[in-house]
C-alpha cells in the first residue's frame, strides 16, 4: 500500500471575491503551517451552525 503525503487544498480569489480556483499543495512546511493558522482561527470563527449570511 502507498504511503500518503498530507496535502491541502488552497483557495484562490479575484479582488471581487470569486472563486477563481484551487490549488492542492502537497509541501509538507507549508502543510503544516496552514494546519497551524486553522488551529489558530478555529478559536475565533463562528460556528457553521450558528452563521447567517
Do not use: N, Q
Request: aromatic share 4%; charged share 25%; hydrophobic share 40%.
Amino acid at each position: 500500500m502507498a504511503v500518503r503525503r498530507p496535502d491541502t487544498s488552497v483557495g484562490h480569489f479575484g479582488p471581487e471575491g470569486r472563486v477563481l480556483g484551487s490549488e492542492l499543495i502537497e509541501d509538507p512546511a507549508t502543510v503544516a503551517e496552514c494546519v497551524r493558522l486553522r488551529g489558530l482561527l478555529s478559536t475565533v470563527a463562528i460556528p457553521h451552525a450558528e452563521y447567517k449570511p
